[in-house]
């Protein structure tokens, strides 16, 4: 699910864990960084093509279950201007086992980072800059390519 709404990361955990009480339940929230690597970031502007970017979500949390044998996962991304400590992405992955909760969560992190059509503006110091994939990121994102490859 892609919103403009702030989304309460224990609430929609709870209410995984009562719809999806399998053996391994991992979750996973990312919040707005009050800094980045040269300043303080005062708020931080995702934009996004929703119905795109819905799409994308969905995509991503059906490869993980087929690719991780998961029971059921959740993705949620906010748009819009997020002040500094707000959530912006939750993701919950429920599996027979923590390896496959673990690593699906993880996974779905990655991928996103990198594939998820969102692009970030960080405001700091009456400055605007978008921001860029990292290298480390795109790293991460490979590690899952590269697995593929070797099975």
């Not at 970031?41 to 969905?58: G, P």
């Not at 993705?75 to 201007?81: L, P, S, Y």
């Not at 500094?84 to 996103?112: G, K």
Request: include cysteine; proline fraction near 3%.
């Amino acid at each position: 699910m892609v919103t403009d709404q702030l989304i309460d990361p224990g609430q929609l955990a709870a209410e995984f864990y009562a719809r999806h009480p399998h053996a391994a339940v991992t979750t996973f929230v990312g919040f707005v960084r009050d800094f980045n690597e040269t300043s303080q970031v005062e708020d931080l502007f995702l934009e996004c093509y929703v119905e795109m970017a819905s799409k994308v979500l969905t995509e991503l949390g059906e490869a993980a279950a087929s690719r991780f044998s998961l029971k059921a996962w959740n993705i949620v991304h906010r748009f819009g201007t997020l002040p500094v400590e707000d959530p912006i992405v939750f993701v919950a992955t429920s599996a027979d086992h923590r390896a496959e909760a673990f690593s699906a969560c993880e996974f779905i992190m990655d991928v996103l980072k990198t594939d998820a059509p969102f692009w970030k503006r960080e405001r700091f110091d009456d400055e605007v800059v978008w921001v860029t994939v990292k290298g480390s990121d795109k790293d991460r994102r490979l590690r899952w390519v590269n697995k593929d490859k070797a099975s």
